[in-house]
């Protein structure tokens, strides 16, 4: 990607990374890519917007000759510390050695645990202002969304936001715009990054949106640091994390199973019947053989989770067990949530998954249902008639 003016005297000097398929060490699954998004500032004094990760310094580099020599930098800003948009900051550093680095205490202390360099660095907080000269650039200090270290960069000459991963994408695009990109696709992308990295943090989004809404400032554009610029309707993808920050959820169901010989897999398409009988949409998951990504982004705004597994060894199958873990740590709040399972003679898979979502937090509202074996007839009908309840919970 070269360097492309996204205002006049900005450019987003970033790079792509279409190959990339997995992030956060395997926890997500980037089927579209993804992008480590830069923004270069050019005024009387120049200004840096976060790098890249480090296997793609060089291209950040050759995209910022572009525009002018590194060594006219004179401030870095550093929204972050996770390496995949501080990675370049040592190679960037070689060639621009007297720039100064800002960030917030938090971020000093990550970048100096990552790096070791002696850097001139500038700790700022909130209401912090760096005047560029016609452009003046103000900090937000975002901890927690999703890093302590995190921060939010606004210039409000251009109502220009730039949130690093706050509103971004794992969305790899050779457009640098949302207006100029599949609509259905973007939003599948945006809500697939909420769900999979910032859903544990929706009281700290909410509180946050909020502020920047008390402080007035209006936004023209958001300049993430994945995907691509929101400048359409900047609203748009304000409003759709108000609304998953809030847990507002919709009248479905997302069940997720793994099956050893197939009789909880049985339990799992009866019980979606009855609960498709009771009027509401559901969606059946196979953990075993379904990218878990997928899975967790339903279950953002669904308001049913029914969760089933064989017992092998008086616990769950592994996959689900794997899978629960990251459901845990998510922290969903809210929902209603069911388990079942299939078992030989002791059992114990149910008890575990529920044990797994308890030591979570999780609301559990609905007593499991265990099957000895391959489901009878009437079984099954009680298969039907457990999704049947079950959806006739939600509200
Ligand atoms: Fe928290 Fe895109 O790194």
């Given amino acids: 990607m070269s360097a492309i003016k996204i205002l006049p005297g900005i450019y987003s000097v970033g790079v792509l990374d279409w190959g990339v398929r997995n992030f956060h060490g395997h926890t997500y699954t980037t089927q579209r890519g993804s992008s480590y998004n830069s923004y270069l500032i050019v005024d009387e004094k120049i200004a840096l917007v976060d790098t890249v990760l480090g296997s793609f310094a060089q291209e950040l580099i050759e995209n910022i000759k572009e525009v002018v020599s590194p060594d006219k930098i004179d401030y870095i800003i550093a929204n972050h510390v996770e390496t995949d948009h501080s990675g370049a900051l040592p190679s960037l550093m070689q060639l621009c050695p007297k720039a100064k680095i800002l960030g917030t205490a938090k971020c000093k202390d990550g970048l100096y645990k990552h790096y070791y360099g002696d850097w001139d660095f500038q700790v700022v907080k909130t209401g912090d202002k760096l005047k560029l000269g016609k452009r003046t650039l103000s900090f937000v200090e975002a901890p927690m969304i999703h890093w ?35 609509q259905c696709s973007l939003m599948e ?5 909420y769900a999979n990295i910032l859903w544990p943090l929706g ?3 909410l509180k946050k ?13 958001i300049a993430p640091s994945h995907g691509v610029i929101w400048r359409s309707e900047p609203a748009k993808i304000i409003n759709s994390y108000i609304s998953w920050a809030k847990g507002q959820t919709e009248k479905k169901i997302v069940i997720a199973y793994e099956t050893m010989w197939g009789a909880t897999e049985k339990m799992a398409r009866k019980i979606s019947e009855g609960a498709s009988a009771a009027g509401v949409e559901v969606k059946l998951y196979n953990v075993a053989e379904t990218d878990r990504t997928e899975i967790i982004t339903r279950m953002l705004t669904a308001q049913g989770f029914l969760f089933g597994s064989s017992t092998h060894d008086n616990d769950m199958l592994p996959n689900i067990a794997a899978f629960l873990e990251i459901v845990k740590g998510l922290k969903p709040k809210g929902r209603q949530v069911g388990f079942f399972g299939s078992y030989g003679w002791a059992g114990g898979a149910v008890k575990e998954m529920q044990e ?40």
């Fill in 356 to 395: 797994t979502l308890k030591d979570g937090g999780a609301d559990i509202s609905v007593a499991g249902l265990s099957i000895k074996y391959v489901p009878d007839k009437e079984e099954l009908k009680a298969c039907f008639e457990f999704g049947n309840q079950f959806a006739k919970l939600l509200r």
């Fill in 209 to 221: 949106i909020e502020q920047l809404q008390s402080l007035g400032i209006p936004i023209k554009m």
């Fill in 148 to 182: 302590p270290d995190s921060m939010f960069t606004y210039c409000p000459e251009d109502a220009l936001l730039m949130p690093n991963d706050a509103f971004g994408q794992h969305y790899a695009s050779s457009e640098r715009f949302d207006d100029q990109v599949d």
């Fill in 189 to 193: 992308e945006a809500e697939k990054y």
């Fill in 203 to 205: 009281s700290v989004i």
